[in-house]
């Protein structure tokens, strides 16, 4: 009988190999294909990416995956905007926040599983070299220059706002900076002294009470693409073409 603590895997899926670099599962019934994915990471070296037919379908995988997965075996999903080409209006904060934590941790990652559908896995993604550039990281006993860093979290796609309550927003109440930096669970709130970092504590934008202290943040970029004047007019130039 095998026991929950037993790591011997139940189905032992093939894997791809060099002499046979195309293996077909089949007869995976129910969660039994979430189980042989979970297995099949296990096994695998590196990273494994699973393409689902629909956003749904992507977002059940996920679920199951880490409900089997090991604790080493990480699991993302990779949303897709769930918005069409030329809409009016831009992917929910949420969704953004979700993509750009999921494209961050993709370069240092060496195991775990993405779940993307086929439409999100076909979109145009940002380069590396975009994502790291724009990150920011802010440290506790660091020092903060906050005008000119108001200016880089505009240039990232930060908005300004009066409070705080969505991934993407920051808003500066005297030596106090509150943001929501994009693929974080909750916003932080900067106390400055001076040019100095006194604290960085989480707090609840409802009720807006501080938790607990940080010793570093680090600030995704907002967007997937710049927002700089020269992008903006780059964008107007290709759109008129």
Partial sequence: MRTVSDPTPLLSPPLPDPACPRVLWGQL???ALSLAIAEAARAHPGPVIVLAATSREA???????????????????????ETLPYDVFSPHPDITSQRLAAL?????????????AVEAAMQRLPPRSYVEAHT????AGGRLD??????????????????????G??????????VYPMGAPQPY????????????????PDSQRSGERLAAVRLLPAREFPSTPESIKEFRRRYRQ
Avoid: H, K, M, N
Wanted: hydrophobic share 50%.
């Fill in 189 to 204: 709130r900067i106390d400055l002294f001076g040019d100095e970092i006194d604290s960085i504590r989480v707090f609840d």
């Fill in 104 to 116: 961050a941790a993709l370069p240092g990652r060496e195991r775990g599983v993405l779940v993307a």
């Fill in 169 to 178: 927003e920051f808003a500066v109440r005297g030596s106090l900076l509150d």
């Fill in 59 to 81: 977002e059940q995988l996920a679920a199951e995956l880490r409900f089997f997965a090991d604790r080493d075996v990480p699991v993302a999903v990779l949303p897709d905007y």
């Fill in 29 to 31: 019934y129910g969660a």
């Fill in 146 to 167: 906050l005008d000119a860093f108001r200016g880089r979290l505009a240039a990232a796609g930060y908005a300004s706002v009066t409070q705080v309550v969505a991934p």
């Fill in 136 to 139: 920011l990281v802010l440290e």
